[in-house]
């Protein structure tokens, strides 16, 4: 089945149950190690602009520049 044959029916989904779809299609992207460089169920630290005073106006400067 492809994905265009799969769509149509998707659609006539519920909202709650496109939900369980997209949770069931994450569970197993999540568990398959080819797909993704990360490992299953690890938890890993991103860098966020939190706590990172001066961060804003070196991007608003950033964004000047690009103009």
């Known amino acids: 089945m492809t994905l265009t044959e799969l769509l149509p029916a998707v659609r006539k989904l519920s909202v709650s149950e496109k939900l369980k779809l997209i949770r ?20 890993y630290d991103l860098p966020t602009p939190y706590n990172s005073f001066g961060a804003g106006e070196i991007l608003m400067q950033a964004l000047k520049q690009a103009e």
């Open 24 to 43: 069931i299609l994450a569970e197993e992207l999540d568990i398959k190690e080819e797909i993704s460089p990360l490992e299953p169920f690890k938890t």
